[in-house]
């Protein structure tokens, strides 16, 4: 792998992490489009790395280290977040690099412990703590829970660079190593993928955290996450688009999501959305046997309503819905109005059962639902309409 090459960001400012065209899922998050595993190489007169790379890609960062300088040569490590993803080969890195010290946060000096057994190696920083390079200066900020408890930036002075650790991040393998290169619709539709199915239920943070940027008003000129392009032409957009998730304010779409056994629930799906349309809400119908749970988180992201719909099954929901909505609980979106729906045979449990789980996601519901008996009739089909008219006028007023 001698023939991998560093990519320069800016003066004296290197990247030097992997392409990952192959993953396909991360940790049931569908990742078509691959990620990157960034890692950056500051040549300040005290050399420093800044995060390393999931574990099978150790040769790939080593021979661009290798492309600007001896390996050996490098003074700091600095580990902004200690998942195996940013630290999978750092005890390996570590052995050949031969640092004068590795920085975490105190957060992350416990996990890089119990990860590899290597706390001794680590140098714990404190939140505002400036680390002088020399002739260059890294200070560190604390963001727990964004989206670990060790998670911190770093942000380099003298370059105007944030290294954001997994904020503002996005899986998608590339060299095209800045965001300009790419399509925008493209860039946020990934970075709100990743938002959705990683950050959502920390966006109280994420509002903390902006406003301590706004606060420091420290000039940015490149923000360098750990996975997928860095930001430079587009930082406003994506500052923005942050916030907007964040405060989760009501938007004019719905979605539906459901499975079905003989298409009776689908029938129902399709009156429902043919109702939230009316309104003038846009809806997306979403059934879980051509969607994976993290597009349909994604679609969770800009929508303040929901109607999820399942046929019933040996007394039970049927799989797949159990697997989206037990996806979507866990990732806690908020101010959201729905209803269930769906049909059965004899025993028709479902219903309950979905509005059990909309009841635990606090999400507001408007009714308790509507189920039918086998093939859902013209009449019940209108009611089903009329429910998703419902539906979207619930959230037409939440809107104001």
């Known amino acids: 792998m001698k023939d991998l090459k560093a990519i320069k960001i800016a003066d004296n400012v290197y990247w030097v992490g992997a392409a990952d065209w192959t993953v396909r899922d991360f940790h049931g998050y569908t990742t078509e489009r691959g990620t990157t595993y960034n890692a950056f190489l500051v040549m300040a007169d005290k050399v420093t790395l800044i995060d390393t790379v999931k574990k099978p890609f150790l040769g790939e960062m080593m021979s661009r280290i290798s492309s600007v300088i001896e390996p050996g040569e490098i003074d700091y490590i600095i580990s902004n977040h200690s998942e195996m993803d940013h630290s999978g080969c750092l005890p390996e890195a570590a052995a050949l690099i031969r640092p004068q010290k590795i920085f975490a946060s105190a957060n992350g000096k416990t996990a890089l412990e119990q990860h590899f ?77 990743y938002y959705a199915n990683i950050l959502l239920p920390y966006s109280n943070l994420i509002l903390k955290l902006l406003d301590e940027l706004g606060r420091l008003n420290l000039p940015v000129d490149i923000i360098a996450p750990d996975h997928g392009p860095l930001w430079r032409k587009h930082i406003p957009d994506i500052l923005g688009l942050y916030k907007e998730w964040a405060e989760r304010r009501p938007q004019r779409k719905a979605v539906v999501v459901y499975d079905t056994m003989w298409e009776s629930t689908a029938l129902m799906a399709k009156s429902l959305a043919a109702g939230i349309q009316e309104t003038g809400v846009s809806v997306k119908i979403l ?24 046929s019933t099954l040996n007394n039970n929901i049927l799989p797949r819905i159990a697997d989206v909505m037990t996806y979507v609980k866990g990732l ?29 996601m606090k999400v507001e519901r408007i009714s308790d639902g509507i189920k039918t008996k086998y093939v859902p009739t013209d009449d019940e089909l209108a009611k089903c309409h009329e429910l998703g008219r419902q539906l979207g006028e619930a959230l037409l007023k939440k809107i104001g």
């Open 332 to 360: 806690r979106p908020t101010n959201m109005v729905g209803v269930a729906f769906g049909s059965f045979g004899w025993s028709g449990e479902s219903v309950a059962q979905l509005n059990k789980m909309l009841d635990e």
């Open 287 to 310: 059934p879980c046997s051509a969607n994976n749970r993290s597009d349909i988180m994604t679609e969770l992201l800009d929508a303040n309503a929901i109607a999820v719909g399942s």
């Open 117 to 193: 057994r290597i706390g001794n190696l680590i140098t714990p920083v404190r939140n505002g703590e400036t680390l002088s390079l020399g002739n260059m200066n890294i200070t560190f900020l604390e963001t727990k829970m964004l989206h670990w408890p060790d998670s911190m930036v770093s942000y380099l002075a003298e370059r105007n660079i944030i290294f954001s650790q997994d904020g503002f991040g996005m899986h998608l393998a590339t060299y095209d190593l800045f965001d300009e290169q790419h399509d925008l619709k493209l860039l946020r539709w990934e970075a709100g993928k």
